[in-house]
C-alpha cells in the first residue's frame, strides 16, 4: 500500500478541528497510531470516536502547547504509551485580524505564545525522541501570510513567518539525526474557524462574506481541509523521504495568480 503508516507513532497538535482534525483523520486510515494533542476536549472526543469508527486507533492528551512544561510532560506521556514518535505534525494555531496600530500588546504575546512559542515547545519535546530513534519527520503548518502581504494580519503573518524560519533552521541542523522537517503553507481554508469568524464579524451578510472570502483564491473556492492532509500524508510518508528544508503552498493559486 502506498503511503503505508501502519503502526508509525503520529502526533498531531490542534488536531481536535479543522486541518489538524483532517490530518488526524487521514493519517489513521492509512494505520498509523494517533495522540491527538489539544485543549478542546469535546472536539478532540469526536475526532477520537471519528477515527476508532473507521477502524483506527488514536489517543486523547489535552495541553496547552504555549506552556512548556504542561507539553514536556504531555509528549513524555505519549512516549511513555507509544513507544516513540515518528512523525510530528504542528497544526495547533490561531488568527488574529488587525493591523500593526491596531494590534495590542496583548494579543501580540498571545500569537507569539501559541503559533511561534507551540510549534517551537512541540518540536523542543520531540527531537529528543528522534534523535534517539535516529529518524523522524516533521511537518510544521505555516501560512501563504509568510510569503505574500495580506491586509490585516500583521501578527499572524509574523507569526507564521517564524514557523517557515523555525523549519527550516531545524532540517538543516538535523540532517544527520535522519530527521525531515518541512512546512506546508494553505491559503484560506473551508474550517469552522471560518464559518464563525464570518458569523461573528458580518452578522446577516454571511453568504455574501463566504463567497467573496472564496473568490480571493484564483481557482474560486476555499480548500477543503481533506486537500491540507493529503498534502501532509505525503510529505510525511516514507515516500517523501527525499524531502526536507522546504516550504510547500497550497493555496488554489493564490501566490502566483494573484494579479
Known sequence: MIFDYTNKVAVVTGGGSGIGRAIAECFAKQGALLAIVDLNSEATKEVIKSIETAGGVAYAFFCN????????????????????????VNSAGIANVAKLDTTSEEDFDKIMNVNVKGTYNAMYASIQQMKKQQAGVILNVASIASSVGLPDRFAYSMSKGAVVGMTLSVAKDYLKDGIRCNCISPARVHTPFVDGFIKNNYPG??????????????????????EIAYLALYLCSDEASFITGNDYPIDGGFIKLNN
Not at 507539553?71 to 512523525?87: A, E, N, P, Y
Not at 451578510?205 to 472570502?213: A, G, P, Q, R, S
Open 205 to 226: 451578510k454571511e453568504v455574501e462574506m463566504f463567497d467573496k472570502l472564496s473568490k480571493t483564491q484564483p481557482i474560486g473556492r476555499m480548500a477543503k481541509p481533506i
Open 65 to 88: 502547547v504555549a506552556h512548556q512544561q504542561e507539553v514536556l510532560d504531555t509528549f513524555q506521556s505519549i512516549i511513555t504509551k507509544l513507544g516513540r514518535i515518528d512523525i510530528l
